[in-house]
């Protein structure tokens, strides 16, 4: 009688814990889209929202099995073929070539690391050496500001990249930091009279390199991008919490594998002793005329398969086949038909 009391009370808090997860998931979508965007004006995010976005997402998408699953799917899709660049002049393959650029740009590896950048930021950022010729990925994280056109938003003149630069002491083992800011002019602005500022804010703008700014789901008339993992971030979770839930209930209703009814204390008290005696496979059990001794409905109470739609919603947001993203046919068992999908997913 305790331990059912205390499921009972497990129910309740399972039962507020779905209210409160509904309402999580409507705050979450209704959030940030009517305040200011990162140059001051229209109705998209701010700089800092989706950076504070993005880290959630980043984390998430870390332990959370179905945004691994869906950034993964997402990559093959797009870089499954591979890329190749024939017929290039020798010093554009050379260029290419360069093994820091193909760590960082063009290998397989690089490329699905690069595309993560869109699925957890929205944005990716490249910052070039004019001279070597030479990338570097810039972290979204340590984007702080941006300079735009003034009669058009959408283009963009500076980035502002604030960073942590650690100058390891190898003698001793300790390490010097210093912050710093410096601005750099991105690779499609050329200025008018045909030079760059000197400094923005105080702080100096740095010709001998370029940043490479790529932005995706933007709005007309934003700079900055939206994850594309950012619609599918409250349902991932709702599925997430959906099993763990459920696997809960079944555990506490493995608990309970039959139900006596008494009508007197006494007799229930003495069946009680009786039926916990361990017995053999088979066994039977005696009772009286005033006893009632019935199986716990266990078979279909709790059917986690119930949640797929939650799962389909994910899938529905990251644009990719729900039985590719839950590896499973569901009921139909029909590959074939999620296969369908393949084509109009790649274009």
């Known amino acids: 009688s305790e331990k059912l009391q205390a499921e009972i009370a497990n129910n309740e808090i399972l039962r507020e814990s779905y209210a409160s997860m509904a ?75 360069d093994p820091r650029n193909q760590d960082v740009v063009f290998s397989p590896e690089a490329q699905v690391v690069n595309e993560r950048a869109n699925f957890t930021d929205g944005q990716f950022f490249l910052l070039a050496n004019v001279s070597t010729k030479q990338f570097q990925r810039i972290p979204f994280a340590e984007i702080t500001a941006i300079v735009t056109d003034p009669d058009d938003a959408e283009r963009v003149r500076y980035i502002r990249r604030t960073w942590t630069n650690k100058v390891q002491e190898l003698a001793s083992g300790s390490a010097k930091e210093t912050i710093k800011e410096v601005w750099y002019p991105v690779d499609t ?20 390199f370029r940043m490479f700014h790529f932005a995706v789901n933007r709005r007309a008339g934003q700079v900055l991008g939206v994850p594309d993992a950012f619609p599918a971030l409250p349902w991932a979770h709702a599925y997430n919490e959906y099993l ?20 007197t204390k006494a007799g229930a008290s003495n069946a009680a002793a009786t039926i ?13 005329s005033d006893m009632d001794l019935t199986a716990m409905p266990r078979g279909n109470n709790i059917n986690l398969t119930d949640g797929r739609p939650l799962g389909s919603m994910v899938a529905s947001a990251l644009e990719v086949s729900v ?3 839950l590896s499973d046919p569901g009921t139909s068992g029909a590959y074939g038909t999620a296969q369908t999908l393949d084509v109009p997913t790649v274009k």
């Open 23 to 97: 309402q999580a998931i409507l705050a979450f979508d209704d959030s940030g889209w009517n305040t200011a965007n990162a140059s001051g004006s229209g109705d998209g995010f701010q700089l800092q929202e989706l950076k504070d976005a993005a880290k959630r997402i980043r984390e998430q998408t870390e332990g959370n099995p179905l945004l691994k699953r869906g950034c993964g799917l997402r990559t093959s899709y797009i870089f499954g073929r591979g890329v190749s660049f024939s017929d290039q002049p020798p010093r554009v393959q050379k260029f290419i070539q």
């Open 189 to 208: 602005y050329a200025p008018e009279a045909g030079r760059y500022v000197s400094s923005i804010q105080g702080k100096p703008v740095d010709v001998n």
């Open 244 to 263: 763990k839930d459920g696997s809960r209930m079944l555990k506490a209703l493995s608990m309970f594998a039959w139900q006596l009814k008494s009508k």
């Open 276 to 288: 916990a005696t361990p017995k053999t496979s088979g066994s039977v059990a005696v009772t009286g």
């Open 323 to 325: 039985v590719a993203l």
